[in-house]
């Protein structure tokens, strides 16, 4: 690389040395497998059209807003993500939870966080048919509907009704930064995530919780 002065008469060309390596990025795949359940949960189309309303519409008089009745099998249906056309459809959990769990895990090893978010990432296997910015990863597994008794932030007690995979496993595909990770870097980053961090509803990293043992993984076959 050359520059020069832009009113110097003198021809004399200055070298300037380069100490910023340009980006190694190299794809590592990974197949997990699910060692508890996993529970997704997603806010549905109608809540968010429902939102959508109050905005255009404007506030509503309190305690004129009743309780509407409702299928549970579409209350399921509508916490998942969804992937395809019909006939070739199949679920999936938001790919960006992956990269997460990856970060977070950078806290038991005295990795900055915000080297990995710089430096990892995850390859999706497609987008969701709602909402095709969401990123997917595809769950190799049959889901069932599951009801529990949960707590809103304001302590109401209130049926949550998921769609929830056991067993099940994924196939993940992580691109990283060779010049800050080494492939072993990333595949016992990801083996921590699974076992201490876990992805999606009642993860032992829970913001709101201590989790509840779901969402936990281990890697079965690395390549």
């Known amino acids: 690389m050359k520059t020069t002065k832009d009113t110097a008469t003198d021809k004399t060309a200055n070298r300037t040395s380069v100490n910023v390596t340009a ?25 968010k059209d429902s ?7 404007g506030s509503r008089p309190r305690g004129k807003n ?26 999936g959990f938001n790919a960006s939870c992956i990269r997460l ?17 710089l430096s990892l990432f995850v390859i999706e296997d497609g ?8 990123p997917l990863v595809r769950i190799e597994g049959k889901s069932e509907r599951t009801e529990l008794i949960g707590r809103t932030e304001t302590g109401v007690a209130m049926l949550c009704i998921r769609p929830m995979y056991y067993p099940w496993s994924a196939t993940l595909r992580i691109r990283f930064d060779a010049g800050q990770f080494q492939v072993q870097d990333v595949a016992n980053l990801l083996a921590r995530a699974g076992e201490q961090v876990g992805i999606c509803e009642g993860r032992p990293d829970s913001k709101n919780s201590g989790g509840m043992g779901w969402g936990t993984f281990k890697i079965v076959n690395p390549e």
Request: with cysteine.
């Open 127 to 134: 987008r969701d048919i709602y909402e095709p910015l969401i």
């Open 51 to 57: 939102f959508l309303q109050k905005i255009e519409e």
């Open 101 to 117: 769990a990856l970060i977070s895990a950078c806290r038991l090893v005295n990795i900055k966080m915000t080297l990995a978010k």
């Open 23 to 47: 980006p190694d990025m190299r794809t590592a795949v990974f197949k997990i497998e699910g060692t508890a359940p996993l529970v997704i949960h997603r806010f549905s189309q109608k809540v």
């Open 66 to 91: 009743k309780f509407s009745a409702q299928n549970p099998e579409d209350i399921c249906e509508a916490a998942k993500y969804v992937c395809g056309k019909n006939g070739s459809q199949w679920e």
